[in-house]
């Protein structure tokens, strides 16, 4: 096959259907949500001090990192633009809000997302009353 024939049988780009209407989570239930979401894929900085908003890592494995991204990558890809990708977490990701929206707005049951709005309401409630006592202790 040629790639002419290979471009024409490619598949199309599929267009995402709109972000529904109205808010699926409260301001206050996408901030636990994003949270979570920014603990599972954090920002990776190469340091050797602790950092609260970061995954901090020896400069050695970071640079490590970095090498073996660009072998799975383009040649033509900057080294800066991989250590931009490794700085990157979910919340900040351009999209990813979107994309949760659309999906709990379109494909998650009612009951599912009720259920979720729950757990994220009673983590926000453990939170607040964390801090709170904290604060009284400090």
């Known amino acids: 096959m ?3 024939e290979l471009d024409i049988i490619a598949p199309l780009d599929a267009p995402l259907p709109p972000v529904p209407e109205g808010e ?3 301001p206050s239930q996408w901030i636990t949500f994003l949270a979570i979401a920014d603990t599972i894929v954090p920002a990776v900085e190469a340091s050797s001090t602790h950092s609260v908003s970061k995954l901090a890592v020896q400069p050695s494995q970071f640079t490590t990192a970095v090498q073996r ?3 799975l990558i383009p040649a033509d890809v900057p080294s800066e633009a991989v250590q931009r990708y490794m700085g990157d977490k979910a919340s900040l990701t351009p999209g990813f809000k979107d994309l ?3 999906t709990f ?3 998650m049951r009612e009951d599912a997302l009720k259920g ?3 757990i994220l309401s009673s983590l926000e409630c453990v939170s607040m009353r964390t801090y709170r006592l904290l604060e009284c202790r400090g």
């Open 69 to 71: 991204i660009q072998q």
């Open 105 to 107: 707005g379109n494909y």
């Open 2 to 4: 040629t790639s002419v």
């Open 116 to 118: 979720l709005r729950v």
């Open 24 to 26: 699926v989570l409260t």
């Open 100 to 102: 949760l929206h659309r």
